[in-house]
């Protein structure tokens, strides 16, 4: 009866603290979500109306963000010119920009690209292109070391976490509730630290024809500004060397994830 009685009361502290997670889980949400929003809304704080009275009426003071008529007109203009402009026929006068010459053609494909994804891409837009591939390139090389050393090693968490990896997170996660918070807050720094120094400001892009934010003009794909070993090369031909190497393992990384995780969901094994 004694030993019953003590599960019981084990059972119901267990309750309790997990209640008492769920609890803190959901405040940290919520006020993750109130952030979000605030910080949105201080974003376009420049796009609304400001009403105020005057002599009894209600007048209403156009801001940086509304457009009356002739303004349209204006942004459609710039529309249709910067179309025409991005229309130039290779080899003339203004169409210097050729993505087969820049970062990551190497043999022995050389520039490789099947679908015709850079074809009569503008400058701007192939950045942006180069700057998810890189990006995706980065966390798929981290994801296969994480893999590797989860499955083999498992250094973390006294050893409590065990099988395929692809499992792996929601073991942590059941382990330590505030786990899966303390990812979503080092990926939103990394994430917010790019949007401030890699994008253009929100004014640059409210004067855009159609509105879409670019990276800055000055911004290299992928410079992070983080190189504390100093291993970026100090000429052009080595930094573009360096550049490719990278492009070229974080492609291969991204198919070797994604065929990791494909035979362990299909297999339930760990691959290691």
């Given at each position: 009866?004694?030993?019953?009685?003590?599960?019981?009361?084990?059972?119901?502290?267990?309750?309790?603290?997990?209640?008492?997670?769920?609890?803190?889980?959901?405040?940290?949400?919520?006020?993750?979500l109130l952030t979000s929003l605030l910080t949105v809304l201080s974003a376009f704080r420049n796009t609304f109306k400001v009403c105020k009275p005057n002599?009894?009426?209600?007048?209403?003071?156009?801001?940086?963000?509304?457009?009356?008529?002739?303004?349209?007109?204006?942004?459609?203009?710039?529309?249709?010119?910067?179309?025409?402009?991005?229309?130039?026929?290779?080899?003339?006068?203004?169409?210097?920009?050729?993505?087969?010459?820049?970062?990551?053609?190497?043999?022995?494909?050389?520039?490789?690209d099947p679908a015709g994804f850079s074809t009569d891409l503008s400058e701007d837009q192939f950045k942006l292109y180069q700057e998810a591939e890189i990006?995706?390139?980065?966390?798929?090389?981290?994801?296969?070391?994480?893999?590797?050393?989860?499955?083999?090693?498992?250094?973390?968490?006294?050893?409590?976490?065990?099988?395929?990896?692809?499992?792996?997170?929601?073991?942590?996660?059941?382990?330590?509730?505030?786990?899966?918070?303390?990812?979503?807050?080092?990926?939103?720094?990394?994430?917010?630290?790019?949007?401030?120094?890699?994008?253009?400001?929100?004014?640059?892009?409210?004067?855009?024809?159609?509105?879409?934010?670019?990276?800055?003009?000055?911004?290299?794909?992928?410079?992070?500004?983080?190189?504390?070993?100093?291993?970026?090369?100090?000429?052009?031909?080595?930094?573009?060397?360096?550049?490719?190497?990278?492009?070229?393992?974080?492609?291969?990384?991204?198919?070797?994830?994604?065929?990791?995780?494909?035979?362990?969901?299909?297999?339930?094994?760990?691959?290691?």
């Amino acid at each position: 009866y004694d030993e019953k009685l003590v599960s019981q009361q084990q059972s119901h502290k267990n309750h309790q603290i997990d209640k008492m997670q769920r609890s803190i889980v959901n405040r940290a949400l919520s006020l993750t979500l109130l952030t979000s929003l605030l910080t949105v809304l201080s974003a376009f704080r420049n796009t609304f109306k400001v009403c105020k009275p005057n002599m009894g009426v209600l007048r209403c003071e156009q801001t940086i963000g509304d457009l009356n008529l002739e303004e349209m007109f204006d942004v459609f203009e710039a529309a249709d010119m910067s179309v025409a402009s991005s229309e130039i026929p290779k080899g003339q006068p203004g169409s210097e920009f050729s993505p087969s010459k820049c970062v990551g053609s190497s043999e022995p494909f050389g520039f490789f690209d099947p679908a015709g994804f850079s074809t009569d891409l503008s400058e701007d837009q192939f950045k942006l292109y180069q700057e998810a591939e890189i990006k995706h390139g980065r966390v798929s090389m981290l994801a296969f070391v994480g893999i590797v050393v989860g499955e083999l090693i498992n250094p973390l968490f006294d050893g409590r976490i065990s099988g395929p990896a692809i499992y792996q997170f929601q073991q942590a996660d059941a382990i330590l509730p505030l786990f899966w918070v303390g990812v979503l807050t080092l990926i939103a720094q990394l994430e917010g630290n790019s949007i401030v120094n890699s994008w253009q400001p929100l004014e640059e892009t409210m004067k855009e024809p159609m509105g879409i934010a670019k990276l800055k003009s000055s911004h290299i794909p992928g410079d992070l500004k983080f190189d504390p070993l100093g291993l970026k090369p100090k000429t052009a031909d080595g930094f573009k060397v360096m550049k490719t190497k990278e492009l070229n393992n974080g492609r291969l990384a991204m198919i070797a994830v994604a065929g990791i995780v494909a035979q362990e969901l299909v297999t339930n094994n760990s691959i290691f």
